[in-house]
């Protein structure tokens, strides 16, 4: 046995017990037990930093036994995890070098095919995601093709009939939903990548004439971003690959040129961990698309039962058995609001006690990170009429897994002197216009601390709750505070776990004297969303979208052209920190 053949041994059992580590840690948060995690996540944590601190004798050991070391911690785990922003960035990096095979050539290839070509009119953008179908990306996405639709329609030959939206769909979840048809109904060409070889892609990329690419699945899973790695190398007329949307963190690729976020997920003293450029899109970065949800336009909702002759509660019991409705009527008065909380809570058996409060927490069972679970339950305590709404698993139909995690919880709580049966209540699954209108049975939404509430966060505030959150230290954790920021408002948004907890119990206390402090804030949800204020004006969330992507088009011609501040169209500004990177902010008066 050679000296070669002898360290695979040792570094293929290693990657074993690392690979089996990384099992673990993922099926204990699948089931919520996160016993030994701690442990487990060192180990992983550890072992893959060492594996990106030796990379070039990794690589020359790969290249003599022609075998790839990956992991065994991967970028997606680190979100969930309480880890730092430069152990993100190392494990994104790492990943993108060894698993993906992405070297780092992209940008030298930009700068030199874009820096002296004359400006374009035109605008072709690539989505590149397998989620095309109903999930929560193409939910929060509906609005821009929409958007743009309606805008070809009434502005006959404007600027934006020369953007073309081209669909690069690798997914197979053809679900036959109303989603996955709007999509390929609005989108100005769909494309089905799946079975298409990589020069077959290269080749419709080439023939397309894209010039931004969206990458929407970076290190999530069923991930392509290899092959964005070989569009950016091999297709030079692409001016930008960006990171949008999905992924809230870093890349660690060369491939990627920017990320759009706004001030508040991507602040600027967090550069230094990015491999991406800044694209900051005030006041927030997430669009919604509610309106385009709806089987009928709400402001013909709205006076369809306006000019009815029903009394608005009759109406508004009505809406609890018609399933054909569109999404649900604004309330206009608190009255209103304690009318539809009541009916609500008596449809999913929730607590009819007015001093009762009930919070609630609809993420993803992966979410719930032991020390969130841990918060909630001192709340618990300290709220002897409170309860807790938790979300069912998206398995909840796989009899073992959906046992396994109830009896996880149920163990959770009784180790924190919970009564499980008497203060917590789960919720099944429910299709995305019933389970926006269910939120105004509850009086706060509680939000995770490690991994926050996105989607689900404005699916809160759509369905009139509002969501106190921790303004934590990285995209995952701040974007419910980017929410509230784009409303003007911080009333719900903590700086600790302290700070949070202080709050929640303040208001519930306040809520059992005077019920109508929360049912006025949930008014002014719903006042805010009738005015169309962001983050619900998802035209206007569009519009912008649209013209920092069309700014991100000419940002290497115009950054070769000038080393200082420059204004783009009286509409935007390139900003350059020490490291010269620059960052690209659309104006909030755009």
Request: charged share 20%.
């Amino acid at each position: 046995m050679n000296a070669v053949q002898s360290h695979m041994d040792v570094s293929t059992y290693v990657a074993l017990l690392d690979g089996a580590y990384g099992n673990q840690l993922i099926i204990s948060r699948a089931v919520v037990n996160r016993k030994g995690a701690e442990e487990r996540l060192h180990r992983l944590l550890t072992s893959t930093l060492d594996k990106y601190s030796s990379l070039n004798s990794s690589s020359k050991m790969i290249k003599q036994t022609g075998s790839m070391v990956v992991g065994p911690y991967l970028p997606f785990d680190s979100l969930l995890d309480d880890v730092t922003l430069a152990d993100r960035l190392s494990i994104a990096t790492y990943t993108s070098l060894m698993f993906l095979k992405i070297q780092s050539t992209t940008t030298e290839r930009m700068d030199t095919a874009l820096q002296f070509q004359a400006p374009s009119k035109s605008l072709y953008i690539a989505l590149y995601s397998t989620d095309f179908c109903d999930h929560p990306t193409t939910h929060l996405m509906l609005g821009l093709y929409l958007y743009l639709r309606r805008q070809k329609q009434r502005q006959p030959s404007t600027w934006y009939h020369k953007i073309q939206l081209i669909v690069y769909d690798y997914g197979d979840r053809d679900d036959q939903s109303d989603y996955r048809k709007r999509v390929q109904e609005f989108a100005d060409r769909y494309v089905s990548v799946r079975d298409v070889d990589h020069d077959a892609f290269l080749d419709i990329v080439r023939h397309d004439a894209i010039d931004v690419f969206l990458e929407m699945q970076v290190h999530t899973l069923q991930t392509r971003l290899h092959v964005t790695a070989l569009v950016a190398d091999a297709v030079p007329s692409v001016s930008s690959f960006v990171n949008y949307l999905v992924y809230p963190g870093t890349s660690g690729s060369s491939a990627l040129d920017h990320i759009v976020g706004d001030p508040v997920v991507l602040p600027p003293e967090h550069a230094a961990w990015y491999s991406e450029k800044f694209c900051l899109l005030p006041p927030t970065y997430q669009m919604s698309s509610y309106d385009a949800l709806g089987l009928v336009e709400v402001d013909d909702t709205k006076e369809r039962f306006e000019n009815s002759a029903e009394n608005p509660h009759a109406a508004y019991e009505r809406w609890l058995v018609d399933e054909t409705a569109g999404m649900p009527l604004f309330p206009r008065t608190i009255e209103d609001i304690h009318q539809l909380q009541t009916l609500y809570r008596r449809k999913y058996g929730l607590p009819l006690d007015p001093e009762a409060i009930v919070f609630a927490n609809f993420n993803k069972i992966d979410k719930l990170d032991p020390e969130s679970l841990a918060t909630w339950a001192q709340i618990l305590h300290l709220l002897p009429n409170s309860y807790l709404w938790l979300l069912l698993p998206r398995e909840a139909n796989e009899s073992d897994h959906h046992q396994l995690v109830l009896a996880h919880l149920q163990a959770a709580c009784a180790y924190w002197g919970i009564a499980w049966a008497q203060r917590i209540i789960v919720a099944e699954r429910a299709p995305k216009r019933l389970h926006i209108e269910r939120h105004i049975a509850a009086d706060l939404f509680l939000d995770s601390f490690i991994y926050g509430a996105h989607s689900t966060a404005t699916d809160s505030l759509r369905g009139g709750l509002p969501v106190v959150t921790i303004e934590g230290g990285s995209f995952p954790n701040r974007v419910g505070a980017s929410l509230h920021a784009s409303m003007s408002s911080s009333l719900f948004v903590t700086y600790s776990k302290k700070d949070f907890i202080d709050f929640v119990v303040r208001i519930g206390r306040l809520h059992t004297r005077y019920p109508s402090v929360l049912l006025g804030q949930k008014l002014q949800l719903f006042q805010a969303m009738a005015k169309k204020a962001m983050p619900f004006d998802e035209g206007e969330h569009a519009r912008r979208l649209l013209v920092a992507l069309a700014a991100l088009k000419e940002e290497k011609r115009l950054v070769a052209l000038c080393d200082s501040h420059v204004p783009v169209k009286r509409q935007c500004q390139f900003h350059g920190d020490r490291r010269r990177r620059w960052h690209l902010v659309l104006r909030s008066t755009v």
